[in-house]
């Protein structure tokens, strides 16, 4: 099937690529493995030097790459220029930190010396979605390649644009050439790349569904891989919290790329005794958000990425409806060209609806009140996902030990849940295993190999 780039506010189809033969993706394989022996002997200084002109090559395109984004998946371009700093600021961290997440490490033994060392598994498979288009893809490559690995990209069928820039960028900044490929292909194709001997290790960001079919053929070809799949994050809000701070954080914590976000707060868990107020303050914030033309620096919120994904989130909140919910806020696609749904919030959700229970990828905000911190837990944790969390309360301590009982990959006390090239990033139960960025997410590229010198 080719691969269509699609402009998701308009409709119009900007560029067709075919799909490319199994033949072809398999030559550009082989090619990336063969440059594979030179890039591992290379040193940390040298990765490093070409990383940090990535990062150059970022910023010097930031407004180009963001336009890109807003017209192949409907990121407003303030949006875009961020996520474009954020991958350089990733490139630069990596590059000034990698020699030491991955330095010897001594140990005691019986022999005369021994170490743990780090060294490069080979051919890193990293399948990405689009809808962080460049930050996915750095945040897995820039700590790849800085470990002596070398990459090929399977991009979102929606995007290749933007795929083929990112290679561009590489290719830009000097790196070997065959260090970092596009594939060109679709999800189908996926499984063969797996099952090819030279790819030694899979990074795949996207749906628990995708995660499950990668991490099936991956571990019967005995491969390693990392999966950061959905997420369903609650955002809990105590009787003591900053109410209007909640409130406005909590609409960009939703909305931001169109809520369409693994770590988007999703589920608003509130008080009893502050929950009518929160909800007043939540759903001014959220109908004071600027819909429309992501090409439009006042826009805060662009379309949904394709229109099927328009379909599934309404579906979610109909059913939700049919079953005794009730929409304060939105709740209709917009009648408008483009992938268009509004900033909506929903309340009166109890288990048993989709909207209880599965992700809802879009600017739709579900607001449940609870009796208490002890009932927020159990809310929280009453989902199959387990990715981030944000907790607001005036007691900075009462929320830590609050935040070691909720189950995900973490907790943001008073504070948007956000991805940080400092911290470790990743899940628990459905929202995968394995982690992304600090020295944790370098150290899933590595063989960690015993040395021991008798």
């Excluded at 490069?120 to 930050?135: D, E, I, K, R, S």
């Excluded at 268009?340 to 109890?350: I, L, M, R």
Aim: proline content about 6%.
């Amino acid at each position: 099937m080719p691969l269509e780039s699609i402009n998701p506010a308009t409709g119009r189809v900007m560029q067709v690529f075919e799909e490319w033969t199994a033949s072809a993706t398999d030559r550009v394989i082989e090619e990336v493995h063969g440059s594979w022996p030179a890039w591992r002997d290379s040193s940390f200084a040298e990765r490093a030097a070409l990383l940090r002109k990535a990062a150059e090559i970022l910023r010097l395109h930031a407004g180009e790459y963001a336009e890109l984004m807003a017209l192949e998946m409907g990121k407003p371009l303030a949006q875009g220029r961020a996520e474009v700093e954020k991958c350089a600021w990733g490139c630069e961290y990596f590059a000034d930190h990698s020699a030491g997440y991955l330095a010897d490490e001594p140990a005691k033994s019986d022999g005369s010396r021994a170490y743990v060392a780090f060294r490069p598994l080979g051919l890193v498979l990293a399948v990405m979605p689009w809808n962080f288009p460049f930050w996915q893809v750095f945040r897995c490559a820039a700590p790849a390649l800085m470990a002596g690995n070398v990459l090929v990209l399977k991009h979102a069928s929606n995007v290749p644009r933007c795929a083929l820039a990112i290679e561009e960028v590489f290719r830009k900044a000097g790196f070997p050439e065959n260090t970092f490929r596009t594939l060109l292909i679709g999800a189908r194709s996926v499984a063969g790349v797996i099952e090819n001997p030279r790819v030694k290790s899979i990074a795949l960001t996207g749906s628990d569904a995708a995660g499950r079919q990668v991490a099936a053929t991956s571990g019967r070809m005995l491969k390693k891989t990392v999966l950061e799949l959905g997420g369903s994050d609650p955002f809990i809000v105590l009787a003591d919290a900053d109410l209007a701070k909640a409130a406005k954080v909590g609409a960009l914590a939703r909305c931001n790329n169109a809520g369409q976000s693994c770590i988007a707060a999703k589920r608003f868990l509130v008080e009893d005794s502050v929950y009518s107020r929160f909800l007043e303050l939540f759903v001014r914030e959220m109908a004071a958000l600027v819909v429309g033309d992501p090409l439009d620096e006042v826009t805060q919120v662009g379309p949904l990425a394709r229109q099927d994904l328009v379909v599934d989130l309404h579906g979610q909140v109909t059913d939700a409806v049919s079953h005794g919910a009730e929409v304060i806020l939105g709740g209709q696609p917009l009648e408008s060209p483009g992938c268009y749904y509004p900033p909506t919030v929903v309340t009166g959700v109890k288990p048993g609806m989709r909207a209880y229970h599965e992700e809802l990828f879009g600017p739709v905000a579900t607001v449940m009140a609870v009796r208490d911190a002890e009932h927020a837990l159990t809310v929280a944790n009453d989902t199959p996902f387990g990715l981030g969390a944000s907790l607001w309360t005036a007691d900075p301590a009462k929320g830590a030990a609050l935040a070691a009982r909720i189950e995900s990959g973490a907790v943001f006390v008073n504070g948007m849940v956000k991805s940080d090239p400092r911290l470790p990033f990743g899940g628990v139960k459905d929202s995968g295993y394995g982690r992304e960025l600090a020295g944790f997410g370098i150290r899933e590229f590595v063989n960690v190999q015993t040395v021991w010198i008798g």
